[in-house]
């Protein structure tokens, strides 16, 4: 008893360490970068509403769940850029507890891989950094299914209660949510014709949940209903979440301009490469030795993939369905791995092919970005020099691929030569840690720059127009301008051709006194006046016809990726670096010129 209870404490004791290193990862800087116009938008639901300023002719929230917690994280805490993303941050970090619901078929150690591996997932990490729902949304399907589950195994009314609750929370999430419920239709579907004998085990569960069916669905509705209203303050939200939910029967039309299919590819494989090639691993050690479990994971992944690369409403955020169920593979194929290799005896010899698979991996990349600052510096890839002692000699740039693509294939000739000459078990075991390591490594960097070093850049991909630092330079000038004004960093009359739920907005809020307007005329005579500034045009012509003269400064607000034919060295460049060309829209913030020569005189 003793032993068992020991065992429990250390098993709670990792997933404590684990949401903590999900929570230290998703709140660490967590407003370095402007809100997007798409976050914007959310949050400004929810700070009118805090002022008493929103009304009927306000468009709807997309996610009435994120407008529900991010106004209670207004209410108790200032509204900011880390404030408006604060709930979804949390609701991400407490993901990481979703495996334990799950261990008595998982088994306790995968489960715990599995936690580990969702507080580390790029596509998780970026979704709960976010202003916006749809993090909310998977955490109430997923917890919603392991308390419902928890209630078949033990029928306590406390579990289908706490499932209700959970399902309405995700229901209110909006749109998201029935994406998820969507895959999980289909997966039951696809799991109950390849294996004709679930269909029993499903019919007694839907019998034992349809008992108490009024308990479940009053704790659903109202759960809902207090969510999407934010507790009866915005009964437009039950409209919000109608709203929402039509526009993703639309985003099933043909016509619908969602992100690319290569784009969501493109981020499971770079961003999430541990992912990818364990849980394709684990697929197919699943269908091997009949593990029922992974294999309804297994059939999840690729109905979560099917639909983000087939349906025409598609953004980025749908890549989270697709990464939670691939870390669920992979954490659950490198426990089974792991637990089936493991001999105290055998661990010098692995820590030495670890070591040579380690360098391998390195010299590898150290030869793709050589490759790569090649191509930066020239793009004409015929050849190049290699300096040995004062000598010269030509050599093929390709050279550096060549060495990479060999390097790679020894870590596979290593790994069978110390199985041929020592140990298989050693062997498996040391190649299994050794290529887990290198691509935990990629999983980490490429999350970290898309997180922090670059979360603002569309090299990243993960927002198509993210908003610039340079939003938050316009509004010092325009705290510096106001404060010479009138004597208050924020009284100042500022009219803004912009629209009225944008970025400009969200960084405006502060200004009671700032009128947002679809066109400038000569009527016009705020002291300050922002306006579009447009790249086609010469300097000297962008000054607007206004009320009186004024004097103007551009900043970059927004930036987007350049429209450029790509080839495969500016690609190498991305891969390795995150080069690539973008642009950037731009707004002039116009002073009066009797406040400018006012404020260059207290200046003096």
């Known amino acids: 008893m003793t032993s068992q209870r020991s065992l429990l404490t250390v098993e709670r004791s990792l997933y404590l360490a684990f949401f903590a290193l999900a929570l230290a990862l998703r709140l660490y800087q967590l407003n370095a970068h402007p809100l997007t116009d798409a976050e914007a938008r959310e949050a400004l639901l929810a700070y009118r509403l805090i002022r008493g300023t929103v009304d009927s002719s306000a468009a709807f929230p997309h996610s009435p769940a994120y407008f529900f917690f991010t106004y209670l994280s207004f209410l108790v805490f200032d509204a900011s850029d880390a404030t408006a993303r604060l709930a979804p941050a949390l609701f991400g970090s407490a993901f990481v507890f979703l495996p334990a619901f799950f261990s008595d078929r998982l088994g306790r150690a995968p489960a715990l891989f599995v936690g580990g591996l969702l507080a580390v997932s790029s596509g998780l990490l970026a979704a709960a950094r976010s202003a916006d729902g749809a993090i909310i949304a998977l955490f109430g399907l997923g917890f919603g299914l392991g308390a419902l589950r928890r209630y078949l195994a033990a029928e306590a009314s406390a579990w289908l209660i706490a499932s209700g609750v959970?399902?309405?929370?995700?229901?209110?999430?909006?749109?998201?949510?029935?994406?998820?419920?969507?895959?999980?239709?289909?997966?039951?579907?696809?799991?109950?014709?390849?294996?004709?004998?679930?269909?029993?085990?499903?019919?007694?569960?839907?019998?034992?949940?349809?008992?108490?069916?009024?308990?479940?669905?009053?704790?659903?509705?109202?759960?809902?209903?207090?969510?999407?209203?934010?507790?009866?303050?915005?009964?437009?939200?039950?409209?919000?979440?109608?709203a929402s939910w039509m526009d993703w029967l639309r985003g099933f039309a043909l016509s619908a301009s969602g992100r690319s299919p290569q784009t969501i590819l493109t981020f499971l494989i770079v961003y999430e490469p541990l992912f990818v090639v364990f849980g394709v691993l684990g697929a197919v050690r699943a269908f091997r030795t009949a593990h029922r479990p992974a294999q309804r994971l297994s059939w999840f992944s690729l109905v979560a993939l099917a639909f983000v690369t087939l349906y025409g409403g598609r953004t980025l955020f749908d890549v989270i369905w697709v990464s939670a169920p691939l870390a669920a593979l992979a954490g659950w194929v490198l426990a089974e791995i792991f637990a089936s290799a493991w001999a105290r005896q055998e661990w010098p010899l692995i820590a030495a092919q670890v070591g040579v698979i380690a360098a391998l991996f390195i010299f590898s990349a150290l030869n793709l970005a050589a490759l790569a600052e090649q191509a930066r510096a020239n793009p004409d890839f015929s050849q190049g020099t290699l300096s040995i002692s004062g000598l010269s000699i030509p050599v093929s740039r390709l050279s550096y691929l060549y060495l990479s693509l060999l390097a790679l294939g020894l870590v596979f000739v290593v790994s069978y030569l110390f199985g041929m000459g020592w140990s298989p078990r050693a062997a498996r075991l040391g190649l299994t840690l050794g290529s887990s390591a290198a691509l935990l490594c990629v999983n980490l960097s490429a999350g970290w720059g898309l997180t922090q070093l670059r979360a603002n850049d569309p090299v990243e991909l993960w927002w198509e127009k993210p908003t610039a630092d340079g939003l938050r330079r316009l509004v010092q000038v325009l705290s510096n301008t106001s404060n010479y004004a009138v004597g208050d960093a924020h009284d100042i009359q500022v009219a803004v051709q912009a629209p009225p739920d944008g970025a400009l907005a969200w960084a405006l809020r502060g200004y009671p006194h700032a009128a947002f307007v679809e066109v400038l005329g000569a009527n016009v005579d705020s002291p300050v006046v922002i306006a579009p500034f447009d790249e086609l045009q010469p300097p000297e012509a962008q000054n607007p016809q206004l009320g009186s003269s004024y004097v103007g400064q551009s900043f970059p607000v927004r930036y987007s990726l350049a429209p450029a034919q790509a080839t495969w060295p500016d690609q190498l460049n991305w891969l390795m670096f995150r080069r690539a060309s973008t642009q950037f829209e731009r707004v002039i913030i116009w002073v009066r010129q009797d406040i400018q020569q006012l404020q260059t005189a207290q200046g003096r």
Do not use: P
């Open 166 to 242: 959970l399902f309405g929370i995700g229901l209110a999430a909006g749109a998201a949510f029935l994406t998820g419920l969507f895959i999980v239709g289909v997966t039951s579907l696809v799991v109950i014709w390849v294996n004709s004998d679930e269909r029993s085990a499903l019919r007694e569960a839907w019998a034992r949940v349809w008992g108490q069916g009024k308990t479940f669905l009053m704790a659903l509705g109202l759960t809902a209903l207090v969510v999407a209203t934010t507790a009866s303050m915005y009964r437009l939200g039950l409209g919000a979440l109608g």
